[in-house]
Nanobody, 115 residues
Framework: QVQLVESGGGLVQPGGSLRLSCAVS????????MDWYRQAPGKQRDLVAS???????NYVDSVKGRFTISRDNANNTVYLQMNTLKPEDTAVYYC?????????WGQGTQVTVNS
């Protein structure tokens, strides 16, 4: 059974930081690209960042220089370090394993940036 379990969301003031974690089980984690998506209320789910099995990273322009995606293949975990958070970063953040045919999704974790 494949499981992706996100944690680390919460309420933070503008300019603050959060680190999201996604613990993965049931797949050969180290060979797949892992992604973080987010979905704000009333909007579509959009890709935020991705990391390949070789460690190559990509980011949407709006988070470049503020967010960092990383992975720990020994512990089957992918992270998203989010710094200098803005109100427009408020969304549910989802972890995704790009295994093909739609891949696998976590349940999401809420991030709210509000003073």
């Amino acid at each position: 059974q494949v499981q992706l379990v996100e944690s680390g969301g919460g309420l933070v003031q503008p300019g603050g930081s959060l680190r999201l974690s996604c613990a993965v089980s049931g797949i050969f984690f180290r060979i797949y690209t892992m992604d973080w998506y987010r979905q704000a209320p009333g909007k579509q789910r959009d890709l935020v960042a991705s990391i390949t099995r070789g460690g190559t990273t990509n980011y949407v322009d709006s988070v470049k220089g503020r967010f960092t995606i990383s992975r720990d293949n020994a512990n089957n975990t992918v992270y998203l370090q989010m710094n200098t958070l803005k109100p427009e970063d408020t969304a549910v953040y989802y972890c995704h394993a790009a295994t093909g045919s739609g891949g696998y999704w976590g349940q999401g974790t809420q991030v709210t940036v509000n003073s």
